[in-house]
Structures are given as C-alpha cells and as structure tokens.
C-alpha cells in the first residue's frame, strides 16, 4: 500500500511540505478546518480597509488543483491516537496515516486575560479581519452621528496594544486612514482628529530589529500622528477603555497585537511545550517519542544555530516544511540517518506607512522609501497566482497616488450599533433598521 502523509494546517508550514513532496511515492492528505490557505502577513490590509479577503487568501482545493495524489479535508483535527497512527477530527471520524505532520499555527493570546478578549480585537483569520474593519469604519460612522463630545472622542480613540510588525503595521495605516483617506468624507468630524494610540510594555517599538530601524520606526510613527506608549503594559480591557500604567483611556476599539500561543497540538500528543503551549520537538522536527510525527511553524518552538529560538514567522515555518518533506522522501529512498534542521534568516521587514519601512538583512538595513518598494515587491511575489498580485499591486499603487481604499465595506450587519456582541450578530431577517 502507498505510504500515507497526512498533513493538518494549510498555512505556510503544511503547504510547503505538499508542495516539497511532489514526485514522492506517496498519498497525502492535507486537512484544514478552513477551505483557505491565508496570508497572513497581509491580514492589517484586510482590516484597514486597504486589500478584499479574496486577494490574501485562496481555496485549498484549488491550489492543490493540479496534484492529484493529495486529498484536501475540510475538517477539524481534535486528537491524535498516536498508538493507532489516528487523526481525530471533530465529527467522530478519523484518519489513517503512516506519517503525520501538524502545522496548526498558533492565536492570539491575552497572557492569562482571556476575558479581554470581547474587547480586544485579535487578528488573526479573515473573520478578525473584516470584524477589525467593520469596528473601525463604524466608529467613523458612529461619532459623526455622536453628539456627546465626550463619547465622540471615544469611538474616535482607536488603541493597538503590543509594537511588534504588526502593531506598528496596524498602527500607521489607521493614521492613514483617518488623515489622508476618510477626510474628505465626513460633514460633522474631522477624521484627522481621531487618536491613534499604540501601547508597548517594552522599551521600544520593532523590538526584534535593530536599535536604529526602531528608532526611525519610532519617529515615522510620531511624524503620522501616532501616539507611542512605551513601557507600560496594559493592565485591563473593557468595552469602553483600555488602563496602562496609571492611565486609563476612554476607547471603542481595541485591537490586540501582542502575545501567541500554539494550537494545541501537544496537549493531543500528552507531549513537552513551552509555556506558549509550542511543541517541543527534536532536532530533525519528530516530535520527541514519535519518530513517525512531524512538527513545524508556529506550533513548535525549535533553537536556531545562535541558540535563539526559530521566530515564528511565514520563511522559518517554509523552512520546516521544505526539510520534514526532504526527510519524508529520504526515508521513502532507506536513508534512516537522523537530519537535523537549520534556520536560516533570510531577514525582517515591516512597513510603518506610505513610503515607509524598515528592512533588516543583516549587514544591510534599509529604511523609508526604498526600503518600502522592496518591501511591496517581496509581498508580491510571495502571493498565490498572478490574478492577485496584479490586484494587490493596482490596490495598491491607486493607495500611494489617490489615498483611496476600495475595500472600505461595512459588512455583517446593517446599521446595528457598536455594542458589543451585537455587532457580531448577522441581521434578523426583515429586520428593519
Ligand atoms: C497578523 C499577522 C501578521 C503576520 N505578519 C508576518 C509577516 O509580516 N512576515 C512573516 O514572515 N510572518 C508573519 N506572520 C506570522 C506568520 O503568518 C506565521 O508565522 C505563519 O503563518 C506560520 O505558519 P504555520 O504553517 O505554522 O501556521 P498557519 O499559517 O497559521 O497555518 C495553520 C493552519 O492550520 C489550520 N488549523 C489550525 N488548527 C486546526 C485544527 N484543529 N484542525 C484543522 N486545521 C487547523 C489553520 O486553519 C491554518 O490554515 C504574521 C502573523 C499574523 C497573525
């Protein structure tokens, strides 16, 4: 019988591996809970109202179109019974497999808070990033209409929490929004007032990159309008403010940029994991005790050459995939001799806002415009098909020359108010509003 791969995760990790096993003698089966693979690097775009859903994120099935050896399964993995080499999915099936692969990412985690999380808009699917847009576009629309200048400022208060790339990403382009592509829109606001405030608990923004890319970051942030916090974490969330330090400020939309944890993929396994629940795996990505399953992205912590922990990030998860594939097939040709992985940063990137970013190549750093070319040039070429990278490329040149966003839709609901919870709710059929 033809070896059996199963992968679970369609992300950068799962896909990669597919991908690396082509022309190996083997049958794969790729389960994903969602039937899109996603970009996630792109996702901010989605909640800024810059790119549409479907330019970030493609059908499974259609990407694996052309392989007719790989399965897709719109299913989602509870459990592993590594005894009878078992995927557990939810609806009570199961699926056989000779060897396994888990690449289930991670989420947003609120580091022991989870009852921020109503409040405190995690980005990490398409869902949280059409719920984050439609939160922002409806405060716009709410403080035009509020006529209790005290609660305008409110909606009109937009708080990031955690400056890492995306915090900052998600900070500038709401600055962006407001001054440059909302303006003109509004009879009652200016837009342009809104306060856009990012808070960091640590010393500095784009922690991982080096002092002076931060520090430019820092300034470009400032130079939009950004409030920068620094050093002061945030020590309560609620459904009207946001307290850090010894503030606490009036808001109607928090979105939360700090802190993961893994999908829990080493609770299936009754395995090792840090304390952001990241399976422990061995150097060759076996999960230790199971030579015949593979960890890999987001869902495992591994130690890089330096001896820094592997950054949970879209190359290292490619990375991974690409070397559990290189194992597979050599152990499909006898080779049984243990592969170690090695990670090899190819470089950080983060954009700040229109003509600014930071680029981290290691001997070269890159800043402001230049650096911002390359930086859209290498978002680019990583999406799936050329449909979408023509689409995101005009989007995105028609951004820098007429401050336009097409993918400004209030979607989810009519005209319900910001209340929480309700906002989520789809309309009642015939409702009237
Ligand atoms: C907002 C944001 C911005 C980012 N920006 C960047 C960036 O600029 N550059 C960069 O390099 N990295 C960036 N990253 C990180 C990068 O996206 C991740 O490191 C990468 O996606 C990890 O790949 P992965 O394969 O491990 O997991 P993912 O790509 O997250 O894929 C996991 C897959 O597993 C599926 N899954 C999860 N649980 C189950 C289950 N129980 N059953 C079935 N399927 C399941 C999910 O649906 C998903 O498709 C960003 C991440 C986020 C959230």
Redesign the pocket.
């Given at each position: 019988m033809q070896h059996r791969v199963v992968v679970?995760?369609?992300?950068?990790?799962?896909?990669?591996v597919v991908k690396a096993l082509a022309g190996a003698p083997v049958g794969i089966t790729l389960?994903?809970?969602?039937n899109?693979?996603?970009?996630?690097?792109?996702?901010?775009q989605v909640a800024t109202a810059s790119l549409a859903t479907s330019e970030i994120a493609w059908p499974?099935r259609s990407v694996v179109r052309d392989r007719p050896e790989v399965t897709t399964v719109l299913?989602?993995?509870?459990g592993v019974d590594a005894a009878r080499r078992h995927v557990l999915l939810?609806d009570g099936k199961t699926v056989p497999y000779d060897t396994l692969v888990l690449?289930?990412?991670?989420r947003?985690a609120y580091f022991g808070h989870d009852e921020w999380e109503p409040f405190a808009l995690g980005?990490?699917?398409l869902e949280d990033a059409t719920t984050i847009r439609r939160r922002i576009l409806m405060a716009f629309e709410q403080a035009e209409r509020e006529t209790d200048p005290t609660r305008q400022a409110a909606l009109l208060t937009f708080v990031i929490v955690g400056a890492g790339?995306?915090g900052v990403?998600m900070a500038g382009t709401i600055a962006e929004l407001a001054r440059d592509t909302l303006r003109r829109e509004f009879r009652n606001i200016d837009t342009a007032r809104a306060r856009v405030v990012l808070i960091e608990a640590g010393p500095r923004v784009l922690a991982g990159f080096p002092d002076d890319l931060s520090d430019y970051a820092l300034r470009s942030l400032r130079k939009l309008g950004v409030e920068v916090e620094l050093g002061r974490a945030v020590s309560d969330c609620t459904a009207d403010s946001v307290a850090y330090g010894d503030v606490r400020l009036a808001t109607r939309t928090i979105i939360w940029?700090a802190g993961?944890r893994a999908?829990?993929a080493a609770e299936w396994l009754d395995a090792p994991a840090d304390r952001a629940g990241r399976l422990e795996v061995m150097p060759d990505l076996t999960v230790t005790g199971h030579p015949d399953i593979f960890a890999?992205?987001?869902?495992v912590t591994v130690v890089g050459p330096t001896g820094k922990p592997v950054?949970?990030?879209?190359?290292?998860?490619?990375q991974e995939?690409k070397h559990v594939a290189g194992i597979i097939k050599a152990r499909m040709g006898g080779k049984t001799e243990p592969m170690p992985f090695r990670y090899r940063h190819q470089g950080?990137?983060?954009q700040i806002g229109k003509r600014r970013a930071v680029i981290d190549f290691g001997r070269i750093k890159l800043r402001g415009a230049l650096a911002w070319w390359l930086w859209g040039a290498a978002?680019i070429y990583f999406l799936i098909g050329s449909r979408a990278r023509l689409s995101v490329a005009i989007n995105w040149l028609w951004i820098h020359a007429r401050n336009q966003r097409s993918a400004r839709l209030i979607t989810q609901g009519e005209a319900a108010d910001l209340s929480l919870g309700k906002e989520a709710e789809p309309p009642a059929p015939g409702r009237i509003s």
């Open positions: 679970v995760g369609a992300g950068f990790g799962g896909l990669e389960i994903d809970r969602r899109h693979h996603l970009f996630q690097p792109l996702l901010y499974i299913a989602n993995v509870t939810q690449a289930t990412g991670a947003h980005l990490k699917t790339p995306t990403e940029a993961v999908s829990p890999i992205g987001d869902v950054p949970g990030i879209a190359p290292a998860a490619k995939g950080s990137l983060a978002h």
